[in-house]
């Protein structure tokens, strides 16, 4: 079990180092573009962590609940077609890139999907 802990929680690990360097952006274009690539690498390691953490929940029930929450982000949050859009045609517009940056960091604390993978992570260290 100790290989599939360390294993989650280097998943976890790199969603909130992305969301760090997320809620650290400033409102410039080159920001937009950073918001994109590690938005792009947290929805992965989402995916990931759901497709993983289904096949293990038997083995830990805090993976049952975050499936859920990572399912509602998919549901509910999904901002690549934005994203596009923004960076297409108002990227130089700082308050455009604030609104989708708040946007972005909203949609990850909603059901409190960041708090319970920085939990989670936290147990599994």
């Known amino acids: ?10 998943l976890m690990k790199k969603i909130l180092d992305s ?17 994109d690539v590690e938005l792009t690498k947290i929805n992965g ?7 993983k953490s289904e096949e293990f929940s038997n083995k ?3 993976f049952s609940k975050l499936n859920k929450k990572i399912q509602n982000y ?3 949050h999904y901002f690549t077609s934005e994203l596009e859009k ?5 990227s130089e517009d700082p308050l455009r890139v604030k609104s989708i940056r708040n946007s972005v960091v909203y949609s990850l604390q909603d ?5 319970r993978i920085y939990e989670i992570a936290k147990d599994l260290k």
């Open 19 to 35: 969301y760090n360097i997320i809620e650290n952006l400033g409102d410039s274009k080159d920001d937009l573009f950073i918001l």
């Open 74 to 76: 998919f549901d509910n």
């Open 111 to 115: 059901e409190k999907l960041i708090f």
């Open 60 to 62: 830990n029930p805090d």
């Open 86 to 90: 923004i960076k297409e045609i108002y």
């Open 45 to 51: 390691l989402l995916k990931v962590l759901l497709r």
């Open 1 to 10: 079990m100790v290989g599939v802990d360390q294993y989650f929680y280097e």
